[in-house]
């Protein structure tokens, strides 16, 4: 993933216009000023903002009892997960809800005259965000699709040979010299001289 440290930085920072400028689109505040403050308050330790927008959810069992009808949302494309926030209106409450990515099969966008939407394929359903700014949705889109095929890569561990020699340490090495000279096996010279180098060697 290109500028991972940068957008981490910019998490850290709470500079969520950084990271709209990194992906060369404007910050989408519209609706979701107070989503946007709470916002840092919602990550996980270490988890890194790459994109945000705002859309329109349907109402759900979870939705503020305040809100009427379909409400907008902060939508924040993570590197855990996508993540959504809606304050509520008349009072501090906050919806969140959260898709982890290995929940999510592939994420598309579609982009009208002005608006878009972003829909996130969990492969039982297809999870919908409308109404967001239009610049935003194939950022999203190319980003989140980017990620999930970044997470998918096999993490590569050295392996260990089993069969491999396995080296002797020098005090081992003079042990074994050891045992030789007392069976018989060298002379005195040939024990001095083979420990000699043993010694020179360490």
């Known amino acids: ?3 991972l440290e940068k957008y981490a930085e910019y998490t850290k920072s709470r500079n969520w216009d950084g990271i709209c400028k990194l992906n060369n689109v ?6 979701t000023k107070k989503e946007l403050n709470v916002l840092a308050n919602y990550l996980e330790e270490d988890e ?3 994109a945000l927008t705002s859309g329109i959810m349907a109402k759900t069992e979870n939705s503020n009892f305040f809100d009427f009808g379909p409400n907008t949302w902060l939508v924040a494309l993570t590197s855990e997960r996508f993540l959504f926030l809606d304050c509520a209106m008349m009072t501090s409450s906050v919806d969140t809800q ?3 990515h290995d929940k999510v099969q592939a994420v598309s966008s579609s982009q009208g005259w002005i608006l878009g939407k972003i829909m996130v394929d969990l492969g039982s359903r297809v999870f919908v965000i409308d109404n967001c700014q239009k610049a935003t ?4 889109a190319d980003l989140a699709n980017k990620w999930l095929k970044e997470l998918q890569k096999p993490k590569t561990t050295p392996v260990s040979n089993a069969n491999a020699p396995v080296e002797e340490s020098s005090l081992e090495k003079l042990q074994k010299l050891a045992k030789l000279l007392d069976m018989g096996a060298l002379t005195d010279e040939e024990f001095k001289t083979a420990k000699a180098k043993i010694l020179a060697a360490m």
Do not use: P, Q, T, Y
Request: proline share 0%.
């Open 26 to 31: 404007a910050l989408d505040s519209f609706g």
């Open 1 to 3: 993933m290109n500028n």
């Open 48 to 50: 890194v903002v790459f």
């Open 98 to 100: 959260s898709i982890r």
């Open 137 to 140: 949705v194939s950022v999203i």
